[in-house]
């Protein structure tokens, strides 16, 4: 059978937070997709005399990263001409937006997601049009499949208070009669009965059973303020007899958090905590308006937190509380949302900005450190996903899915041998420095570029098809949108924002 053995300056075998493992001229023996020795590359060289070598003296090896929270989408809004803006108003802007090639999307998405050293990526598909939801599925998971990605499915899923955080026709009575009535019609088109949700799964399920090597499915209620409590109990119950993981928005927004006070008299994460609903299979993206005694309880539930700190920054929702997070125990992945500062899906650049972004003033201040990083985007980002043991590591019995950084920029620098390689990676590295990828035995990554789809036609038939002239459809959900949105900034603004931070600050509610 054939073998590969992969030899590197550096070899991270297994992420820690309070240190990782790491091999000096180091190497791991990949057979039938998975890892099967790992040593220092003399002893390898000798016991497998007969692999095939990879790599050398000039690379860091370490883990395929794990991309925790992504929407699939290889465009951002602002490539469509939706600029960055509080998530309250963009995300109702974005339905206005001129819809795209699903499946060229999404290629483009997995793309530079590989291209960058991802190869784990939880998809959590945004529900459009209810009619298309089966086929944008399918699109969706046929790129990320062609790419060679290894993918945690979920379909999020709305049920109310979809324009503002109030019942859908109460907020209707306040715009003019027509744009009430144009209004009614985008939201009928994206309305999916929640019995529909589940036989949507009841059917996903088992046509993907071959393909459990490589796809995991999770449930995904939106978010608290947009499904019912009898919805989430269902869910619950749902995942509970599938044994299914449950991926949910929480928290991302200051209006978030007070809407859970409004409508509960209490915080969101203590309402799902007297509902049972928290807990290890269960992981929670953004988390930015935790107070403390959420951060407690989402640490003592075993819950585990999805941390997307560019789109946070890009969506002007704030600052998580990772570092007293991290105080309690929790667990913390990383996620792009779709939404990397520079929309190229970069985790590298994610993993240095948590680094600098949880820094306080003060001697007595802690904040991240790299190896805490690197077992964010990887270990962590592993049971996030579905994946806890398979991946994430590089150890005997995991699958093989290995990057390559080349050291060559990073060593213009001394820093992995003053303060270590995982320093080196985490503070120096980008995705530009990634030479190889490998995902389940496959190089999908060779000398920096995509194996495994063509990039050039990709993103030509994708510009292509972004540039066409918006359809008749397209040019009304705009105009509808834009005649909605001040009627939208007018009912928040009635909320008040005087307890608004830009850093977290922990309310005295709790």
Known sequence: MASTLIHGKYVVTSPKADGSDVLTDGAILEEDGFIRDVGTFEQLRQRHPEASPLGGSGYIVLPGLVNAHHHGNGLSPLHMGIPDSSLERWIIQRIGMKAVDVYLSAAYAAIKLIQSGTTTVMLNQSLGAASRMEEDAQAMLGAFRDAGLRVCYSLGYRQQNRIVYADDETFLKRLPAQAAELMRTVLKAGHLPSDDYFRFYDRLIPSLAEQRDRVRVALSPS????????????????????????????????????????????????????????????????????????????????????????????????????????????????????????????????????????????????????????????????????????????????????????????????????????????????????????????????????????????????????????????????????????????????????????????????
């Open 223 to 510: 978010n608290l303020q947009w499904c019912s409590d009898d919805f989430l109990r269902e869910v619950k119950a749902y995942a509970s007899s599938g044994h299914l993981p449950i991926h949910m928005h929480l928290l991302e927004t200051f209006y978030q958090k007070e809407y859970a006070f409004r409508t509960f008299g209490k915080s969101a994460v203590k309402h799902l905590a007297d509902m049972q609903f928290l807990g290890p299979d269960v992981s929670i993206a953004h988390a930015v308006w935790l107070t403390e005694a959420d951060i407690g309880i989402v640490a003592k539930s075993g819950t585990q937190v999805c941390h997307n700190a560019s789109s946070n920054l890009k969506l002007q929702s704030g600052i998580a509380p990772v570092q007293p997070l991290l105080a309690q125990g929790a667990t913390v992945a990383l996620g792009t949302d779709s939404m990397a500062l520079n929309d190229d899906e970069d985790l590298f650049q994610d993993m240095r900005l948590v680094t600098q972004l949880h820094r306080n003033s003060g001697l007595d201040s802690t904040v991240p450190t790299a190896d805490q990083v690197l077992t964010m985007a990887t270990v962590n980002g592993a049971q996030a996903t579905g994946f806890e043991g398979e991946v994430g590591r590089l150890l005997p019995g995991y699958r093989a899915d290995i990057v390559l950084l080349r050291l060559d920029r990073i060593s213009q620098s001394p820093i992995d041998s003053v303060a270590g390689p995982v320093e080196a990676l985490v503070y120096l590295a980008s995705g530009r420095d990634v030479d190889t990828v490998i995902i389940g035995g496959q190089v999908v990554v060779r000398d920096g570029r995509v194996t495994s789809l063509n990039r050039e036609e990709v993103t030509a038939r994708l510009k292509e098809d972004a540039s066409r002239e918006p359809s008749v459809e397209d040019v009304r959900k705009s105009e509808i949108i834009a005649g909605v949105i001040p009627h939208i900034e007018e009912f928040y603004k009635e909320w008040g924002v005087a307890e608004m931070q830009p850093h977290y600050r922990f309310n005295t509610r709790a």
